[in-house]
């Protein structure tokens, strides 16, 4: 039995991740849940899976929810308690699916304790990839992609040599504006944005793939995950999301992982790794597949993906700065503080201002998003409509 921490518990992956544990009795228990302020849904959450311990960083929604509950679980606080969930004696697994840069902190602190990482947190790597994966390497702990796409690219380099692989091709949906000119999404609305032709996912995630941010994170993710040079990791867009992403090897031959777009199958591949084991996701019936399209993204319309490009060769605290600045711009967005176009301005507005740091250890990651959020702030102020 695996023993599990998820860190997000309230959030779009971590209630799926909570699915696939209620739907596998006797393969895991839930050791730690932490969430930022849900207090309801975690209280239904302690109810039915009866973790040690409990986590609300909002200290309010935690004093809420310690004046209602009345059972065994440890109801703590703040980031000492989502530490503490992340480094729990009784953890062997820690899901980290919180949003943002968030995620760092306590990502670091469960390697550092040992525990096997399901990372379902790309900034991690994005922000820190360098030293979170030279942290992994020196407490032995074993990182589990959870995203679909990583997933993916992991499933498909089993049993096959680095030296082989020729490139990664990242799978992306194109989100609700593919095909759309730049003059066609001048004014589009939250509610478009949050549109998404395949997948459920949180609100943030889901504006991130309208700008093709998102794999922007997701190419400097698969940089540290893999092991591979910005070179060989190509963006492919594939409106249907069947092909969640490919590896071609050296000998020409390419390997793909297909299924329809559920998060529960890399949630439960990561969750059960090393084995495969039986699951109640949907089936993916091939008769019914129409087509199976690809294209190369338009970075002209969706300049983000060319960004994140551009800040990964860059390297040291520029991936971090990308980061900040489109969490900042997405809140804007999200605030009707700005208009779709201007997320992607930001970021290059905050990358061009950043004085880069080579090889930042964790403190001066933490101080260039420190930086990068003033500096995105500053211009969303400029900007406000």
């Known amino acids: ?46 109810e039915y899976y009866r973790p040690r311990l409990a986590v609300l960083i909002d200290k309010q929604a935690a004093d809420r929810l310690t004046k209602i509950y009345k059972g065994t679980t440890t109801i703590l606080a703040g980031e000492d308690g989502l530490l503490e969930a992340a480094t729990n ?18 990502t670091v602190a469960a390697i ?19 030293i979170v994966m030279s942290l992994a390497r020196t407490h032995d ?23 082989s692989v020729r490139r990664i091709i990242l799978t992306a949906s194109g989100g609700p504006f593919h095909g759309r000119s730049t003059a ?79 998060m529960h199958l890399p949630i439960h591949y990561a969750l059960s790794y090393p084995e495969r084991s039986e699951s109640k996701v949907p089936r993916l019936n091939f008769s019914s597949l129409s087509a199976l399209t690809f ?30 600045a489109n969490e900042i711009a997405v809140q804007a967005f999200l605030a009707g503080e700005i208009k779709f176009l201007d997320i992607a301005q930001i970021i290059r507005y905050t990358m061009e201002k950043h004085t880069l740091t080579e090889s930042p250890d964790l403190p001066a990651v933490h101080s260039a998003d420190t930086w990068a959020r003033q500096c995105s702030l500053t211009a969303v102020n400029d900007i406000k409509v």
């Open 112 to 130: 550092k304790a040992g525990k096997n990482i399901a990372l379902a947190n790309k900034e991690t790597l994005v922000a820190a990839g360098e």
């Open 295 to 324: 294209a190369n993204p338009d970075v002209e319309t969706f300049p983000a993906l060319k960004l994140a490009y551009m800040a990964g060769k860059r390297g040291g605290t520029m991936p971090c700065v990308f980061n900040a």
């Open 89 to 106: 004696a009784q953890t062997d697994t820690v899901l980290t699916s919180l949003v943002g840069f968030a995620g760092l902190k306590p």
């Open 141 to 163: 702990v074993h990182i589990y992609p959870v995203d679909s796409e990583h997933s993916a690219v992991f499933q498909c380099l089993q049993g096959e040599k680095k030296s």
């Open 184 to 262: 066609e999404l001048a004014n589009v609305t939250i509610e478009d944005c949050l549109r998404h032709p395949n997948w459920s996912m949180g609100r943030k995630i889901t504006i991130d793939s309208a700008t093709l941010a998102n794999k922007g994170l997701e190419v400097i993710e698969a940089k540290w995950l893999f092991g591979v040079e910005y070179d060989q990791i190509d963006v492919c867009v594939h409106p249907q999301s069947i092909i969640h992403s490919m590896v071609e090897y050296i000998d020409g031959s390419v390997i793909a992982q297909m299924g329809l777009p559920d």
């Open 1 to 46: 039995m695996k023993h599990v921490a998820i860190l997000g518990s309230t959030g779009s992956i971590g209630t799926q991740a909570l699915d696939v544990v209620a739907a596998n009795p006797g393969k895991y228990s839930v050791t730690a849940l932490a969430a930022y302020q849900n207090e309801q849904l975690l209280a239904e959450q302690i």
